[in-house]
Each structure stands twice: as C-alpha cells, then as structure tokens.
Nanobody
Framework: QVQLVESGGGLVQPGGSVRLSCAVSGTIFRIYNMDWYRQIPGKEREWVATVNADGSTNSADSVKGRSTISRDNAKTAVYLQINSLKPEDTAVYYC?????????WGKGTLVTVSA
C-alpha cells in the first residue's frame, strides 16, 4: 500500500524559510517522479515543483528562484524548501506520486506565513 506523509509545516514569518518533507512507503520510490502541490483555501490545488527520477527538477514561476525540491532515494523521501516566504505562500502543501493510472497523495501539511 502506497503511503505519503508530509511534515514540516507551521507558522512562519514573512521572509522566513520552511523545509517540508514527504516520507513515501509501499512502492519502488526511486523510479518515480515526485511532485509538490499546494492548495489555498477556496482555490484550486496548484502544482509547485517536480523532482524527476533522474534528479532533474522544475518549479512553478510562483516559487522559482526561492525554492529547492530534492529527493533522497535511500530514505524514500522528497523535500521542498521555500525561502523568502510571502503571505501568499500560505497553503496546505501536498506531495504526490504518480504511477500509471493513478496518483497518490498525502494528507498535506499546512504552512501559514504571517507576522
């Protein structure tokens, strides 16, 4: 059974940083691309960043230049660090693993950016 568990969210001041973790179990983690998404209350879930199985990465314009996505295949985990946080980064952050025919999601971790 595939499980994804996010952690690392919390209350952060504007300009601060957050490092989110996603622990993955129940699958051959190293062969899959991993994604981070976020959802602001009342809005659609939006893609944030991807780390591919080969280690290459991509990120949305909203976090480009101030975020880093990475993976540790030995720990079967994926990470997202966002720096220079803004109030508009406030959201529930989810990690996703896609296999042919299905996407798996964690329950999310809330990041609140506020003074």
């Amino acid at each position: 059974q595939v499980q994804l568990v996010e952690s690392g969210g919390g209350l952060v001041q504007p300009g601060g940083s957050v490092r989110l973790s996603c622990a993955v179990s129940g699958t051959i983690f190293r062969i899959y691309n991993m994604d981070w998404y976020r959802q602001i209350p009342g809005k659609e879930r939006e893609w944030v960043a991807t780390v591919n199985a080969d280690g290459s990465t991509n990120s949305a314009d909203s976090v480009k230049g101030r975020s880093t996505i990475s993976r540790d295949n030995a720990k079967t985990a994926v990470y997202l660090q966002i720096n220079s946080l803004k109030p508009e980064d406030t959201a529930v952050y989810y990690c996703q693993l896609s296999v042919p025919g299905r996407a798996y999601w964690g329950k999310g971790t809330l990041v609140t950016v506020s003074a």
